[in-house]
T-cell receptor, first 118, second 110 residues
Framework: GAVVSQHPSWVICKSGTSVKIECRSL??????MFWYRQFPKQSLMLMAT?????????EQGVEKDKFLINHASLTLSTLTVTSAHPEDSSFYIC??????????????FGPGTRLTVT | QQQVKQSPQSLIVQKGGISIINCAYE??????FPWYQQFPGKGPALLIA?????SEKKEGRFTISFNKSAKQFSLHIMDSQPGDSATYFC?????????FGTGTRLTIIP
């Protein structure tokens, strides 16, 4: 149980274009999903928290107009990188909180999406 | 202070040995401490987690030791196997947010 999927697993786009990444909880309903960014050999940095049916909460320093997050249903959240530039190239990982999880805070991560902007 | 400090940065352990990774935190408001395992190109996988009202939790070969007064917690991997070679992250949670440590690259050698 507690499986989270992401699509696509990797994407290459040209500078100035927009890219959408999907995050789905497959076997549970996630009222809260999270988006992280990870640079090579570095830790995970929380970008934003999204709650179903409401606006996402962005961490300090994350441009909300650049990283658009939509949590339209209890099983789907999307991250759109708008007007992507090479510095946006990174590994983007989503997670979902299982409200039925034993410790309440348990987050289950997707497999990640590798974005390369040329 | 939201930082979580993790050490060592890298660790090499012989097969069958015990791998120990340590983390320290400052914010006493943290109330959830998970450990994640990450393989290259994959998302982190939850290994084991603990609440601060418990000093130790064991699941299979993985044990978390928690020292509330010292604001430290550690992961012990018993009988380490080559398949355990991965990057391990500790994290500390408050409300729904997790703050991650910097990661430890563990290599198990035959």
């Amino acid at each position: 149980g507690a499986v989270v999927s992401q699509h696509p697993s990797w994407v290459i786009c040209k500078s100035g274009t927009s890219v959408k990444i999907e995050c789905r909880s497959l076997d549970f309903q996630a009222t809260t999903m999270f988006w992280y960014r990870q640079f090579p050999k570095q830790s995970l940095m929380l970008m934003a928290t999204s709650n179903e049916g409401s606006k996402a909460t962005y961490e300090q320093g994350v441009e909300k107009d650049k990283f658009l997050i939509n949590h339209a249903s209890l099983t789907l959240s999307t991250l759109t990188v708008t007007s992507a530039h090479p510095e946006d190239s990174s590994f983007y990982i989503c997670s979902a909180r299982d409200p039925g999880g034993g410790m309440a805070y348990e987050q289950y991560f997707g497999p990640g999406t590798r974005l390369t902007v040329t | 202070q939201q930082q979580v400090k993790q050490s060592p940065q890298s660790l090499i352990v012989q097969k069958g040995g015990i791998s120990i990774i340590n983390c320290a935190y400052e914010n006493t408001a943290f109330d959830y401490f998970p450990w994640y395992q990450q393989f290259p190109g994959k998302g982190p996988a939850l290994l084991i987690a603990i609440r601060p009202d418990v000093s130790e939790k064991k699941e299979g070969r993985f044990t978390i030791s928690f020292n509330k007064s010292a604001k430290q917690f550690s992961l012990h991997i018993m009988d380490s196997q080559p398949g355990d070679s991965a990057t391990y992250f500790c994290a500390a949670g408050r409300w729904e947010k997790l703050t991650f440590g910097t990661g430890t690259r563990l290599t198990i050698i035959p």
